[in-house]
């Protein structure tokens, strides 16, 4: 929605960036769901060229030049986190790189870098404009300013909202129309699934931070399935380098579907902590780093559902996996149906 | 800048040098800090993450952490054993790593390691992937069985050879090592002498027919644990 | 899945609790008069492996193979290493390497034998087949006849030592590679050896007295006991002595004519073919000019000391001589007959292996040749319990393409139904499964010493279960071990 509607001040306030730090060059990296908007944006460069808000000597400023040009990306949510956006623009594999050295220190081409995003960026003239003292006024002490909310789910009044920070979740809620939420995803996928007992608390950087979205999940929904969900999404978007995020989020996720198939065991709670806390701990990048997230806050905010599901068989005996499934292979092979485990008479 | 850098690892005051990472200063006090995709004389890759450390309490990996002072390390605690415990594991379910017949047994940096932790079978369930054996070279073979994308070899062919023979392909848990080429290994220009056939630490990059010509009693790890050569350092 | 499956193995009810591996069935099928028309013996052998091995490596197939098997991993070790020394052309090996290896086979030989005898027979020669099964164990021989328990107990560990200085360990080793061996025998490591030779061969001798009196004394009921005229196959050597590491192959009939004799092993395939049946997961090879109908034959060491024609150690020769004569010089076809002939190859190993241990060609260092590349191996040896052939092919990327594994068990298939349908026949009455038809039938099972049988029985249970079907194909009755 920035990009449609205050493309213009982005580039201001990635002029103003490039000013401050010294820098003669910005990137704008665009992930390739929204190609269609490039011809736009590019129009509105063309603009700020002509206006000699780009190029060389701006505004007659000799010695301040600043170019900006668009870097087409081709999607991948790992593309985000700083490092590997870096490595895509300068046209390698989508990888994080290892820290240190900081961007701030090697970045893009091995140059120092800043990266920050839209929203940031978008702030700048604001506060340069109106002054810091106007910015400061909003939101709460340590979170100055607004946060624009992209919230979606089931609610009746899904949509962008720009809030002050500071403002309880229950006042978000009530705003998209989202009272009778049985749990909320702040945060996007590597945030929290947060219950009613939570809905008072805060948006802000040190309660409920969040890059901006907010899911909501009405009566109905099963917060397992929701979490199921997002760690396929991190299966997918892992990228693959580090051990922990590569293998430990098929392992989370593959517990998960065998919780969810009724087949889980008691146990299965402290595999689920343990793992989870390895990817979290050992992970290289942000993306491991929070891709347990759905499991671990789901596991501390709606224990009681996955109890219900992996609570002890009354013989005594959770069956893990199914016999007849396991032995279908190798009877395949033998040409003959199992001896020990026959198939019921009726299937046959 | 001062020559030297003062930091603690496991309550061990150390002195390292300037620009070392954490596991190099380690090593040269003779502290062995568990690796895999590490091996000394080529760029630190940081994807095993098996030499996970806590510095001032948060998790760095020592392979391409620099030093600075002052730190405080800990790498033999519970909790970060533990840890390395479940990357490990990690590693044997996410391929097909059947010791019992492996030629690097014995030899097996991976095995070796599983031993010095006390692992005799993993705690999470394999995935048993379906991986494909590369043989098409004469002389060389790539089991994908066993390959825990450690880099080496893409590390060791592109910076010690000049040739760029090995990469990676596609993501996540679908990632795997390829070779520059077609599809195959006799296409590429690799050579059995060249340095990137000594570093795979698994059996996954083998030169062919020299299988099991140790005998058992002989091998690398036979008698004494992974790690004992940079511990055996600081005894003496 | 739709599988044609004889109507009586509809009625299967198998105990929950059993396992896949080591478990017998076996079912007996009566006619309308309640006679016995038919036993089957189902042996859960799943043989997985012929097809996992495909695209492995061929370098790494004897190690890999040897997890066939916990009690013989050594013959198929050497089996599969023999096939690949055709692979690389290295089948004329240094004197060093071919007898490193032979030094593992009878040390194999040797301890699989005095497993079997005193751990799983033993009981039942000792206390009779009717004795209480809770005596009838390893731990009741032990508390009876503690001599023997330890005598059992100390050749077994012998021959693992010496497997474990051949292959590097004692089951599962690297010994034996394409071409050769990886290690010779260390002085030191053969000192260690003489040292407890003599009380071996000394205890290997009481071992084949104790087999020969039991035999003779009981002959009245041992000789019918799930007895009935084979074929008998095995290899031998060039001249005709038993062989056990490499030789050719021969197959004589029940009186003792020749049906094939000095075929290469390369050959084994023109002589023998496999038959699939739908009720068992074994096949069942047979001798292609005799046809599947009167082609089996048995194997193992009563088959071993039928088609010999001498042995080339004194002591087991004059052993061998004694067995003969019992039959007349005829081939024997008694099926307890069996312990007593292992006795005699235990008596032959220990011999073989105090020959080895003198020769100084252990301490040789030329250990691997290799010759012209071919693309198909066969490697036969024989196991403790029969011959057992591997046969492989390998493609031009050094990959495995085909393997085919004919084991004793396999061998040994049709003999062991047909020994369990006699003892049926014999000691079945009315239409229940009695007590001492059911030690029966697991005595005559266990003389052959399949596979089955080891899991568990050094605990005192066999995992058998008897099945007993009327005409129709109803179950009349079901009793297990
Ligand atoms: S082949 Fe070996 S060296 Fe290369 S990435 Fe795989 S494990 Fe590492
Ligand atoms: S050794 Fe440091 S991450 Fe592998």
Redesign the interface.
């Known amino acids: 929605m920035l990009l449609t509607e205050r493309a213009d001040r982005l580039f201001a306030g990635m002029t103003i960036a490039g000013y401050a730090i010294g820098a003669a060059e910005g990137i704008l990296y665009l992930r390739g769901e929204y190609a269609y908007l490039r011809a736009f944006l590019e129009d509105v460069l063309t603009t700020r060229y002509r206006d000699h808000l780009l190029g060389a000597a701006i505004l007659g400023k000799t010695g301040f030049d600043f170019d900006i040009r668009i870097q087409m990306g081709a999607g991948a949510y790992v593309c985000g986190e700083e490092t590997a956006l870096i490595s895509s623009c300068e046209g390698l594999r989508g990888d994080p790189k290892t820290r240190p050295p900081f961007p701030a220190q090697k970045g893009y081409l091995g140059l120092p870098t800043v990266v920050n995003n839209v929203e940031t960026l978008c702030c700048v003239p604001k506060i340069l404009e109106e002054g810091p003292a106007t910015f400061g006024g909003h939101g709460s002490p340590g979170s100055s300013g607004t946060k624009l909310l992209s919230i979606s789910g089931d609610c009746s009044r899904p949509g962008i909202y720009e809030v002050e920070f500071g403002i309880p979740l229950t006042e978000v809620l009530t705003l998209a129309g989202a009272d009778d939420a049985i749990a909320v995803q702040v945060g996007g996928p590597s945030g929290q699934l947060i219950g009613p007992k939570d809905y008072a608390r805060k948006i802000c950087f040190d309660d409920l931070a969040t890059g901006g979205s907010i899911m909501t999940f009405g009566p109905g929904r099963d917060v397992l399935k929701t979490a199921a969900c997002f760690m396929d999404f991190f299966v997918d978007e892992s990228c693959g380098y580090c051990t922990p995020c590569r293998v430990g989020n098929v392992l989370l996720k593959d517990r998960l579907e065998r919780i969810r198939a009724g087949r889980g065991e008691p146990g299965d709670l402290d595999y689920l902590q343990r793992l989870g806390t390895t990817v979290k701990t050992a992970s290289r990048c942000g993306l491991g780093q929070t891709s347990a997230n759905p499991i671990l806050t789901s596991l501390a905010n709606f224990r009681p559902r996955y109890e219900e599901m992996v609570k002890a068989h009354q013989d005594g005996f959770n069956p893990s996996f199914d016999v007849r499934a396991a032995v279908s292979e190798a009877e395949g092979i033998a040409g003959h149906s199992s001896v020990i485990y026959p198939q019921p008479i009726e299937e046959r | 800048m001062s020559d030297t850098v003062a930091l603690t690892i496991d309550n061990v005051q150390l002195q390292g040098r300037p620009g070392q990472t954490i596991l190099e200063a380690a090593d040269e006090a003779g502290i062995y800090i568990p690796r895999l995709c590490h091996l000394k004389g080529l760029q630190?890759?940081?994807?095993?993450?098996?030499c996970?450390v806590l510095v001032n309490g948060r998790?760095q990996?020592a392979c391409?952490?620099?030093i600075s002072p002052g730190m405080v390390i800990e790498s033999s605690t519970e909790q970060v054993r533990?840890?390395r415990k479940?990357?490990i594991d990690?590693?044997f379910?996410?391929g097909n790593h059947f010791c019992?017949?492996?030629?690097r047994s014995g030899n097996c940096e991976l095995q070796a390691m599983a031993y010095r932790f006390g692992i005799s079978a993993p705690r999470?369930?394999f995935?048993f992937p379906s991986r494909a054996?590369d043989?098409?070279h004469p002389d060389i073979?790539i089991d994908h069985n066993r390959c825990?994308?450690c880099a080496r070899c893409v590390r060791a062919s592109r910076d010690l050879d000049g040739k760029e023979v090995f990469g990676?392909v596609?993501?996540?848990?679908?990632?795997e090592l390829a070779v520059n080429a077609a599809a195959r290994l006799v296409d590429t220009t690799v050579d059995v002498t060249d340095q990137a056939m000594n570093v795979c630490p698994v059996g996954a990059l083998l030169k062919?027919?020299t299988?099991?010509?140790?005998?058992?009693?002989r091998r690398k790890y036979d008698h004494t644990p992974i790690g004992s050569e940079i511990e055996g350092a600081r005894s003496q | 899945m739709d599988l044609a499956l004889p109507a009586s193995t509809k009625k299967i009810v198998i105990d929950p609790v059993t396992r896949v591996e080591g478990h017998g069935k076996v079912t007996i099928l009566l006619d309308e008069a309640n006679q016995v028309v038919q036993t089957r013996l189902h042996i859960v052998e799943f043989r997985g492996f012929e097809r996992f091995i495909q695209g492995r490596p061929f370098w790494e197939v004897p190690v890999l193979v040897q997890r066939l098997c916990g009690i013989c991993p050594v013959s198929h070790h050497l089996a599969a290493a023999k096939a690949m020394d055709r692979i690389v052309g290295g089948e004329h090996l240094t004197p060093t390497a071919s007898k490193m290896r032979r030094l593992m086979h009878y040390g194999q030989i040797f301890q699989s034998h005095a497993l079997h005898f005193f751990h799983l027979c033993s009981p039942d020669l000792l206390f009779g087949f009717d004795a209480d099964v809770k005596i009838r164990n390893v731990i009741g021989v032990a508390a009876r006849y503690p001599e023997l328990a330890v005598q059992g107990v100390m050749m077994r560990k012998f021959g693992q030592e010496i497997i474990k200085a051949t292959a590097g360990k004692k089951i599962h080793g690297t010994g034996a590679i394409p071409g050769g061996v990886n290690k010779n025998l260390s002085i030191q490591e053969r000192d260690g050896f003489l040292q407890d030779l003599d009380q071996m061969v000394t205890w290997a001798r009481g071992a084949v007295g104790i087999a020969r009196d039991y035999t003779v004394s009981n002959l009245q009921t041992l000789a019918p006991f799930g007895s009935f005229e084979s074929s008998h196959m095995s290899i031998v050597r060039n001249d005709g002595a038993m062989e056990l590491y490499d030789g050719n192959l021969r197959a004589i009939d029940a009186v003792g004519d020749k049906i094939f004799d000095q075929v290469p092993c390369q050959e084994y395939s023109d002589y023998l073919a496999e038959e699939v049946r739908p009720w068992s997961y074994m096949k069942f090879p047979f001798i292609r000019s005799l046809g599947p109908e009167r082609g089996w034959y048995r194997v193992g060491p009563l088959a071993r000391i039928n088609t010999a024609d001498f042995i080339d150690t004194p002591e087991a020769e004059a052993a061998r001589r004694e067995f003969m004569a019992l039959t007349g010089g005829k081939p024997n076809n008694l099926t307890m007959a069996y312990h007593w002939a292992r006795m005699i190859e235990s008596l032959h190993a220990i011999e073989k292996i105090r020959d080895l241990l003198h020769d100084h060609d252990l301490q040789g260092t030329d250990l691997v040749v290799k010759g012209e590349r071919r693309e198909e191996g066969i490697g036969i040896v024989e196991a403790p319990r029969g011959t057992l052939i591997h046969h492989y092919k390998v493609d031009d990327q050094d990959q495995v393409v085909m393997a085919n594994l004919i084991v004793s068990t396999t061998h040994n298939n049709e003999p062991m139904n047909r020994a369990v349908q006699k003892v049926a026949r014999d000691y079945l009455s009315g239409v229940e499964i009695t007590e001492g038809l059911l030690n029966r039938v697991e005595v005559a099972i266990r003389a052959y010493d399949p596979c089955l049988s080891c899991a568990t029985h050094a605990l005192g249970q066999m995992p058998l279960t008897v099945e007993l079907l009327d005409h129709a194909g109803q179950v009349l009755d079901t009793k297990s071990t």
């Open positions: 630190p890759f940081g994807s095993c993450r098996v996970t998790p990996a391409t952490q620099p533990e840890i479940d990357l990690m590693l379910v996410e019992m017949f492996c030629e999470y369930p995935l054996v043989a098409s073979m825990i994308r990676f596609n993501r996540g848990p679908h990632k062919k027919r299988a099991y010509v140790v005998p058992i009693g």
